[in-house]
């Protein structure tokens, strides 16, 4: 089955700087890879998402890249606010198997 | 808000018990999920439902079911539980169309502790 690998585990980013986390998947037909932000006592709410038939895709100040060769995709916060902290969760999926499995889950703290 | 809701938002209960969670899709979802979040387990799928019937099944434990009803609302059933299941658990519903990776929107899960 898939495996998804996600570092850092523990992020610290000095507000106004960027913030990266990064994904690895196992699965070669994994093709869609959301990332969720969690806050405390919240559910996880999906910020950007993206397909593989693309390389990036940027919302604002958040971007995800693929690199479909290494199996890497990672989220990239720019100009970082408080309002930002939360737990990040990048996950992998592939058609036929609506199955999401997430990766482990990076803490994000921006320190104002 | 997702528009996924989820209820109720606590639970406590002692071991050897049975519980009940609900969970309303959003308007128009037709597929739903079920996901346990622990802290040593992270985000674990456990089971999808769509238009009432089992889809894909993932880590689920047999004392665990779930259903999904013709109004497409779903329920997960806990039973005989044990010290390790208080966790959160959480439902997310999709449109549930088979040949399109859909997002997934989560509700706000259901905090689970069993003493």
């Known amino acids: 089955g898939e495996n998804v690998e996600q570092h850092p585990s523990t992020l610290s980013v000095q507000e106004g700087d960027s913030a990266v986390i990064k994904c690895t998947y196992s699965d070669s037909a994994s093709n869609y890879f959301p990332w969720y932000k969690q806050e405390l006592g919240k559910g996880p709410q999906l910020i950007i998402d993206i397909r593989s038939n693309v390389g990036e895709k940027k919302d604002q100040r958040i971007a995800v890249t693929l690199n479909k060769t290494a199996k890497h995709f990672s989220l990239h916060i720019t100009e970082t606010q408080p309002e930002d902290s939360a737990v990040y969760f990048c996950?992998?999926?592939?058609?036929?198997?609506?199955?999401?499995?997430f990766g482990t889950g990076t803490r994000l703290t921006i320190i104002p | 808000d997702s528009g996924v809701t989820q209820t109720p938002k606590h639970l406590i209960t002692a071991t050897g018990q049975r519980v009940t969670l609900r969970c309303s899709p959003r308007?128009?979802?037709?597929?739903v999920y079920w996901y346990q979040q622990s802290l040593d387990q992270g985000l674990q799928f456990l089971i999808q439902y769509y238009n009432g019937e089992e889809r894909a099944k993932g880590n689920i434990l047999e004392r665990f079911s779930a259903q999904q009803f013709p109004d497409l609302h779903s329920e997960l059933n806990l039973s005989s539980l044990e010290l390790g299941d208080s966790a959160l658990y959480f439902c997310?519903?999709?449109?549930?169309?088979?040949?399109?990776?859909?997002?997934?929107?989560f509700g706000p899960g259901t905090r689970l502790l069993v003493l």
């Open positions: 308007s128009g979802d037709l597929s």
């Open positions: 996950a992998a999926l592939y058609f036929g198997n609506e199955k999401l499995t």
């Open positions: 997310a519903s999709s449109l549930g169309l088979a040949d399109l990776q859909e997002t997934q929107y």
